[in-house]
Structures are given as C-alpha cells and as structure tokens.
C-alpha cells in the first residue's frame, strides 16, 4: 500500500492530506486561559503551607528606605504608605492560576541590577524576606509570596544588551520577555534554544531561574548546555558578574550551573548569555496511529535513525487523551475524523531542518519506512499552515480538553522512556481496583478518564486525571501513589515545573537523601539567613 | 568559474579532488608522542610548585590498613612495603609529557565504588592526602601527585553499565576508556558525544571531572548539557549516587555540574550517565584558503546558514600553521599543492550527518556560494577516506610541525570569536617591537614562528609559539602579557584543558574576586580538610 493512499485521511474541515511538506510556519499553541482551567485540581494544597518564619515584618520606615535606593519612586508600590490598594498588589501577590495567594504589602521593580543589589543588600541588612519574579508564569507557586515576603520583580530589567550574529550570543537582561527574544533573534536568523505555551509573558530570567524545558529540548538540549554566563544577584546585594560569553572556559568550577534551576533561592537573576542557534527554514509535521506503546517506542527509535540531526518533537498521547480533544472539538462544533484507523496511541514527529526538500524526502523515507513494516497503523501528514497547527493542535488541546471534562488532577513526571507509560498503567489498575473509574461495568465511577501524553523525546510524562469534581478520597487514592510509582521507576516527580512551594515536601521521592542535604548546605552557603524566596524549594 | 574547477587542486599524492563527497570514516587524528613533543615548553614552571601541605605523611601502618580495606592485595603498590619500586610508580607519579613529577609511595587502584568509598573514608579520618587519577592524559598536571598525596587510579573501574537503545543513555564506570565506550556505542549505531586525541588512554569519568570539550563540540555541546547523571564518591568517603537517567528532573540543584569540570577537588567520579546521539552515518569535509580573518568569520556565518544541523567542526588556522606544516611534510618528503591559490588563512568544515545524498548538496551549495561571491580564494574537497584524512591532517599537523620546527610555547585560550585573532596579531606586534621575532629585517630573530589556530565554532584558540629554545628572558616577554591580553579581550586562559596546578595561580585573569572566592567556598564546604587534589584548581 502506497504512501499516499495512506496518507491521505483527513477528510473534513480545513486538515486535507498529502504528502506534500510544510515549511517554516511556527505551530499552534494553547493560551494562557486555557492552562488555567487545566490546573485547578491543585488549589486545595494551600492549605498546607508552612507557617511564617521569624523574618522582620516589613514597615512604613523600610519603605521609606528602600524608595529612596531606587531611581524612580513609581518603581515601589506598597499598601504601607497607601501608595497601593491590595486589588493593585493583588496581580503580584497571587499566580496566574488563582492558586497561591500571598500577602505581601510591597512589590518593587528595580530598574537596574544595580538597583536591585542596593534592594537586596538593604534586606539582607533589615533581615527582609523577599521573593523574586519573573513573569509570574510558574505551575508550583515559586513567584508568589507565601507570607509577607517582599516581591521584586524583575519586569523593568528589559534590554537586550547585545546579540553577536558569528557567534549566536545573546546577553540580555532577566526580565526580558522570551516572545520578545525570540522575535529579535527570528529579525536576525536566529532562534532562542527553549519554547513555552508561555512564552508570551515569562522572563528569561525566569526561564534559566526553574531551569525550563519546554519544546525544544529534544533539538536543542538544556538550559545547561545552552546558558553561557549569568549576572546574579546574590542574597547580601553583591553583584556577581559572571556573564560570560564564551563556549569553552574551564577555569575553576562552573557556577552558573548552580542557579540555573535554583528557582531564586540563591540568587537572582538580572541578565544571561546564552548561545542561540540558527532558525530552521524548514519544519513538518505527521501524526500517526499505533497499536501498543511498544510500537511508539520503536517508532521513536527509527525515527531517530531517519531523521537524525531534524527530529525537532516527538510527543506522544493514548486513545484517551485523544478520546478527551475528539469530545472536545465535537462539542465546539469542530468534528473530524483525522485516522482511517484509530489506534491506542499516537505520536507526533516533527522536524526542523534548513532545508524543506531534504527534509521532506527523510520524513517520506521514514513514513514509508513505518508503514511498509505495519510499525503504524496510519498516518498524516501536514501540507500547509494551517493542516501544521491542526496536528499539533490533537497534542495541545489534551489539557483544555480534559479541563473541559472534569475536574483534572495534573502530574509532570519523568521516567526512563522505556517504563514511562506503566505509571499510566499502574494509576489505571489502582483506580479500578478502589473502584472509582469509569467504565468496565462501573458506570457511576467517579474518575471520568484517565489520560497519559508527554514528551517521548525527553522521558517526560503529563498524567490527567479527570474526576467529576475534586475529592480528599480521591486525591488520597491518587497521592502519594503516583509519587511512589515514579519513585520504583526511578524518574522524577517534577520534570520541568520545579518544586516551588508545591512540590517541596515531595523532593524526598526523587531525591536521596545524600542529595538533599547537599543541597540544604547549599543553600545555606549561598543565603545563611534564608531570606531569599523562603518556604520553597529545600525546605 | 564552475565549483568543479576550483576544487580540484591536488595534483599530487594521494590527494585527487573532485566534488565527490566522501562518507561515513573517521578522521585522521594525532597520537600521543606528538602531542609530546609539541608541549615540553611548560616543564619549567614545576620549579614553582607550592610547598608541601600539613597533611599526614603514609607510612606503612597506612599501607597494611588500606590494603585490608581492598578486594585483592594487588590493587595497592607501595615503596613504603616494597610492593613497588620507584620505577613502577613513575607512571603513576609522572604525566604522560613527563612535565609533572609527583612523590607518591603508594598506588591504589580500588575494584569497585565501594572500595573507592572506604579508601576515601579511610584517608579523610587519617588525614592522608589523595589525588584521583583518570587515564592521566592531562596537559596541566591536574591528575599527579604534586608531593606524597596517595594515587588513587579509577582504571580497575571499567564496566559498561548499560545502554539503552531508545533513549540512547549511556552508564558506564568512570574509568572506561573513551574509545572502548566510543566502540561500544559504535558498534550500536550510537556515537559518545566527545571526541579527543588522546582517546585511547583517556577515562570517561576523567573526561567529565575536566569538562573535556574536543573536537564534537560544535555539535553536540559541552558536557554539562549531555552528561545526565553521576556517582561520586565525596571526600569523606560517602558515595553520592546522583546517577539520573532522566533527561528532566528539576527537584533541586542540579548537582552533578559541580563535579563537571571539578578536576577531582570535591569528589572522585566513579560512574557516568551521559546521552548519546545517534552516529552520523555522513561524513565530509573541505578546506578553504581565505584573505583575512573578517573572511573566515563571514564563512563560519554561511556554513551555519548552508550547512544547519549537519556541521559538525569548523577549524581555522592562518599562514603561519599551515606554513609550519609544508614545512615538516616536505622534510618528510611529502610534498603537496594542495591549493592553487594560498591565503593568509584557512578554514576547515566538517560535515557529519544522517544522509549523504543530502549533505553533498548542502555543502556542494555553500561552496559554490562562497566561491561566486569570493568569500574564499580556493577551496578543495575530501572524496575519499585517503583526502578526509589528509585534509584533516593540513589541521592536525600543525602542533607536531611546530614541535618539529623549534621549542614551543603553547597557549590553550578562548574568546569572543569576532575578537579570537587579535590574541596572535598582539603578540605579534610584541614580539617585533621586543625584536625577536625572525623576520621583517630581523633575521636572527630567536621566535622562529607565531602561529594561531583551533577551532573556530568554540572560540577556542591555539597559541603556539616557536623559540630557537627556551629562555626565560622570552617566556617574560610572552607571560604574563598572553594572560593579559585574553584578559583584555574578556576571555579564558584554559579553554579546554582546565587548570591543574599549571594554570592554577592565573586564574585571577579570567575570573574575578566574587567567583574565585565562591569557588573557595564551596571547595572548603566539600573538603573541609583540603584533602581531596591539593595544590591545584582553587588555591
């Protein structure tokens, strides 16, 4: 059976088949909004916090002070001194998903790393909590005060300070948007080595601050091989410049690599370098139907082995996950029927090459390759802008479409690639087994769907569980299971979203305990008072 | 002019040109006698090494302790009991370029972690000083006894772990052989993502513990993005298994990149999980001669733009190297003309990726590119494994041919591409107005060649200076100015082969007070006693 016969499905809407490629049009990706209707499942958890360390309370004197450091006194807003009602304080003190909630009475957005050195030396002095934030765009609670923690939000530190177009480095400032680096660096030729849902509003600074991952990582790599050099501010205001614009240094220990994830607790961030390859000219996208995670992970492979240096994604998800977008887009009017035959898994390939005829024959070579050896049950394959993001869209729309259906219980996790869909597997039984799932004779089960998608490239699985509404038994079924689950398969319960102050108690599931006291002496080094972004992260 | 005329040069020997691209074999490379040769330049500096510690002085009390800690009575030699004489430790108290001359009476080479471990607790509780060895390949005297520290030899650690496949991550004992690991992944379709000279000899675990940056660089990134996990056995003895196979996990600092590059200062790697790509089953190369450096820095532009994904080295060096290097061929009575038109300098770029078809045309295009628009003078391609050897060896020589050519002075920087060949006109300019440099009028110059090099994509930069011998009078006109000028020109004075003892005072000139004291900082807080690779790195 020919390639085109098979790829040549899609036979309603606006998604038409061919074998023809795509080129360089950016994908789809799901707004703010619809993440946040997605995550609500995790509210409950601040209920929990730790109680108020014994931090100085900040006063109507200390803001008198710590105006006068700052070269504009718009740069400081407080409830104090009435410069700020608790509505205007609101929009710092709480995250974008309504989840934390803190309760600090001044937010302050220095306008220079010099600024913010004379900020933190002051609080250091005046034994100041404070919490550092970016674009406020975390999932664990990491950029929001927990108490009365001071915020000092880097939004005002916004300059690209230089870009060399030999090299690919970019210096620039924490505060800078990644949107906004991304199209200075596209102006140019360049792309910037990580991608976000939030791109739109998250820092830079904030980005290398929890270490993100992100959608570019299989091509690209981690933030610890891209970063060049850091300008921090440490806990007492000095200023570390270690800003670096160089590939190769092995002069003593690398100490960037310290506060790339450190998610603010020893330091903040106030600039980066960072190594920026060109922008692929050229990008596809096919989506396939496969009858076993077996097959997916074989397919993984020979799609390593065919498209080699342009595997730019490849994402995975389970019938039910697609079962939750099909519902979805039926319910929004949008009906498709994507796959001749269906499968109990899918996979997105995408590639990202310089060059769109080669990379079309790899990616038709790899596609004949699939089906001609029955690794796929079907297969499509986009053949303009629009057919792009409509694939992509059947991966992004699982946590809206979820979030739609119920209320959704969220875990990021990463297991070795090969054990990634048994923790699925392992949720599945056991919620059967407490008699809660949907389905299999059990119509009045609680738990709607249970759904697994992630990132096959990087070992990192999203799990959904969908409930008819939030429950303490259900959520006493589901945790610390999961946590235990990941731990027997060696991965780690927070791929990329940090462990913030959510994740916190939960680190000892991950890490040893050798680990973690290495860690607390770290910290301690750093920030002996422990004034900076307290609560969180090693507690 | 048609691409086909200008590349096809060589008229004699084995190199025959065409436009015919050659696929899938290794590269010539240099072995170990030359490098040997090439470096005697630094031997003096041993004469300023620091006095000896206050650490406990092993006696044999020690020796039979130790020796009860180990599986097999042979995994410790000593002239303290007569288990060895002095001669059989020389290769374990000298370097490879016998520059470094330690006073060790013992050796031990521990079977297993374990033992590491009780060696480790054994010497931290008696104060004994220890210097982890590697396959002790190091050009700074990092991985020798500076006095009488105790040896301890990883070479017994050198299982392969496991490797899977799907994932492509590698766990292996620090003390593999980088080219048994490199074979081993060979012969699965996989490639270590690092690459050196002395890859016969060097261990993994060392590769790592120096942040070994090589010849796959430009390609695969430094080894802080690759490397995914470690166990270190700590000073104190306690084995720390941080040995992830997750390509995300953000639970905390990432602790592991303390160790990269670490030069065995706060923990003895004893096994690495590092990710590998799959191995390039393409590989081409060409050389090209050029006017002027601003030449070379607009085609380093054009082969990321033409090439992408699939370039894998590009090397540069300038008339001097290459004259150094005609030079010794024709004293070894291979006389080439390679180029029809020479410049003031050249470029190497390499090719390696997953089809061959495809990237003959992306070369093929970038030269044609290059030529018609006289980015280069002449440019000449491999289309045989005989020609990629050879091209490569115009790159590879040109450290023996120096060697050959007089007493060498060699530099090992980086710095910002655009600002690399200053370093060389710099010192050439000093060198004149000192007038001893031969040339220009001044025939009895006793600098018989300044010669500047290396890899281009890393902004790594070779330095080798060519005396009639050495004098002391013109190693002060060379240093500290050559650390001055990287200085200047906001660079590192160890690219690649870290610090050691050898480069272990310069750091200053790369490093300013806040990171040195930091580095301090953390040194004293894994080595509170400084037993650990004394002498060395941070002092």
Same mark, same amino acid.
């Given at each position: %059976? ?27 990706? =799901? ?5 946040? &209707?997605?995550? &609500? ?24 002070? !710590? ?8 740069? /400081? ?42 900020? %933190? ?36 530190? *916004? ?6 177009? $030999? ?26 080595? =990580?991608? /976000? ?17 992100? =959608? ?26 270690? /800003? ?15 506060? !790339? ?46 498209? @080699? ?28 029927? $994507? ?31 699939? /089906?001609?050896?029955?690794? $796929? ?28 259906? @119920?209320?959704? +219980? ?75 689950? $990941?731990?027997?398969?060696?991965? *780690? ?6 462990? @913030? ?7 000892? +599931? ?5 680990? !973690?006291? %290495? ?21």
């Amino acid at each position: %059976m020919s390639t085109g016969k098979i790829f040549s499905r899609l036979a309603t809407n606006s998604l038409r088949l061919s074998t023809l490629v795509h080129s360089g049009v950016p994908r789809a990706r =799901l707004t703010g909004p619809s993440l946040l &209707r997605a995550s &609500r499942a995790f509210v409950r958890l601040g209920s929990t916090l730790p109680p108020r360390a014994n931090f100085t309370t900040p006063t109507e004197q200390h803001i008198r002070d !710590i105006r006068q450091l700052l070269s504009s006194s718009h740069s /400081l807003i407080s409830t104090i001194d009435g410069s700020a009602t608790a509505d205007e304080l609101k929009a710092y003190n709480d995250d974008w998903m309504n989840k934390y909630h803190g309760k600090s009475p001044m937010m302050v957005k220095p306008k220079s790393t010099e600024e913010v050195s004379k900020v %933190m030396k002051y609080c250091h002095d005046n034994g100041l909590a404070v919490v550092p934030q970016g674009g406020n765009t975390g999932l664990v609670g990491g950029s929001n005060p927990v108490h009365d923690e001071i915020i000092l939000n880097l939004a005002n530190l *916004s300059q690209i300070r230089s870009f060399d177009p $030999v090299s690919g480095i970019l210096v620039a400032d924490g505060g800078v948007v990644l949107e906004t680096a991304d199209n200075y660096l596209a102006e140019r030729g360049f792309i910037f080595p =990580l991608d /976000l849902g939030a791109k739109g509003s998250c820092h830079i600074g904030g980005n290398v601050a929890t270490n993100a991952g992100g =959608l570019r990582l299989l091509r690209y790599g981690s933030l610890h091989g891209t970063v060049l050099g850091l300008e921090v501010v440490l806990p007492d205001g000095t200023i570390w410049n270690g /800003l670096s614009k160089l590939r190769k240094d092995n002069t003593g220990f690398d100490l960037k690599q310290l506060f !790339i994830g450190s998610e603010g607790t020893i330091g903040i961030i106030t600039a980066i370098s960072i190594l920026c390859p060109r922008r692929p000219s050229a990008m596809n996208v096919a989506v396939c139907s496969l009858s076993s995670y077996e097959a997916v992970q074989k397919v993984f492979g020979e799609a390593k082995a065919y498209l @080699g240096e342009i595997l730019s994604a490849f994402e995975f998800f389970d019938k039910q996950s697609y079962a939750l977008v099909k519902k979805h887009q039926e319910e929004s009017g949008e009906t498709r029927n $994507v796959f001749e035959q269906e499968g109990d898994f899918y996979c997105l390939i995408e590639t990202g090459g310089s060059n769109s005829e080669h990379d079309e024959a790899k990616l038709t070579a790899l596609l004949e390759h699939l /089906l001609e050896n029955e690794f $796929v049950l079907d297969g499509v394959l986009a053949q303009d802008s629009t057919q792009f993001k409509s694939l992509w869209s059947l991966r992004e729309l699982i946590p809206e479409s979820a979030a739609k259906a @119920g209320s959704v +219980y969220k875990y990021d996790v990463s297991v070795p690639v090969g054990k990634m869909y048994r923790l699925v597997e392992n949720m599945r039984l056991r919620l059967r087994e407490r008699r809660v799932l949907e389905g299999d004779g059990n119509p009045q089960g609680r738990i709607r769907a249970l759904a697994g998608y992630g990132h096959m490239g990087d070992g990192n699985l999203h799990i959904n569980i969908v409930a008819d509404k939030y429950a303490e038994d259900l959520e006493k079924i589901i945790e610390p299971y999961i946590y235990e689950i $990941v731990a027997e398969n060696e991965g *780690s319960i927070s791929a990329e979203h940090g462990l @913030g102050v959510m994740k916190a108690p939960y680190i000892g +599931y991950t890490k040893n305990k050798t680990s !973690i006291e %290495m860690m607390r002496k770290i910290k301690q080094l750093f920030d002996p008072k422990g004034l900076l972004n307290p609560y969180k992260y090693i507690v």
